[in-house]
């Protein structure tokens, strides 16, 4: 599986990035999922949606960001509103090769290339 993210970039708090993540080389993948890293600490969980398009936020980012999925075209976009200078990270999307916890980073086995978003104040 080859997962492509976009959509990073730079904006002023309180703003919106959309980020997209196209999967290519399976026709169908269990659940996808986004993660970031800021400079310094771990990767952390954000969001996932499963194919049957149940849904899991951080609590940091609930009521904020809103995960939706293409399943026809295996792609998963994370729409980022209200954005805070702490939300700035390299965002990662990734997918599994067999369902585990979409909520852990050890669930995912493919991962994409990572996209940088800025949040300034």
């Known amino acids: 599986v080859q997962l492509q993210a976009c959509g990073g970039g730079l904006v002023q708090a309180g703003g919106s990035l959309r980020l997209s993540c196209a999967a290519s080389?399976?026709?169908?993948?269990?659940?996808m999922g986004w993660f970031r890293q800021a400079p310094g600490k771990e990767r952390e969980f954000v969001a996932a949606?499963?194919?049957?398009?149940?849904?899991y936020y951080a609590d940091s980012v609930k009521g904020r960001f809103t995960i939706s999925r293409d399943n026809a075209k295996n792609t998963v976009y994370l729409q980022m509103n209200s954005l805070k200078p702490g939300d700035t990270a390299v965002y990662y999307c990734?997918?599994?090769?067999?369902?585990?916890?979409?909520?852990?980073?050890?669930?995912?086995?493919?991962w994409g290339q990572g996209t940088q978003v800025t949040v300034s104040s």
């Open positions: 990734a997918a599994p090769v067999f369902y585990k916890d979409p909520t852990k980073s050890g669930g995912y086995d493919y």
């Open positions: 080389g399976r026709t169908f993948i269990t659940y």
């Open positions: 949606s499963r194919g049957d398009y149940t849904t």
